[in-house]
């Protein structure tokens, strides 16, 4: 079958929090990993106010700087010219990563590859477990600050962190 004819079925994990919060998707193979990030902002609940990039296979995707040449590592491959389907079989394991600063890390696990039917030419959320937490509040170390602050009123960052 053709990644225009099928559907990745997808679970994606936000790595360092607990409870875990996660979601099972459905997304057309034949999309581009850039319309792909914009799939995983909605389902996980980020608002794209920050830079992102998968990694696959050891190789990194993303949006590449044209003025930028990589002192250290590999080039950033323009995800724009990057499909999911080519590039992610069933069992693949791969990463986002969302906000640099923060380093939210979600894994991605290929469960299983669909013939595409009604409907599926639309990415679609099967189902999840909680919310992502706010952005800007420090990666998952900030995230377990914040929540201590929050659950406690008498903390004295709870006021701040309320806002």
Sequence with gaps: MSPRS?????TITLLGVEPLVWRRVQVPSGVTLSRFHGDIQAVMGWSNSHLHQFEIGGIRYGSPDPDYVPVFGDPVHDERKSRLGSLAQKGDRSIYE???????EHEIVVEQILAAGPGSATSRCLEGARSCPPEDVGGW???ADFLDAMADPEHPDHDDRSE
């Design 98 to 104: 969302y906000d640099f600063g923060d380093s939210w």
């Design 6 to 10: 099928t559907v990745h079925e997808l």
């Design 141 to 143: 170390p900030g995230y």
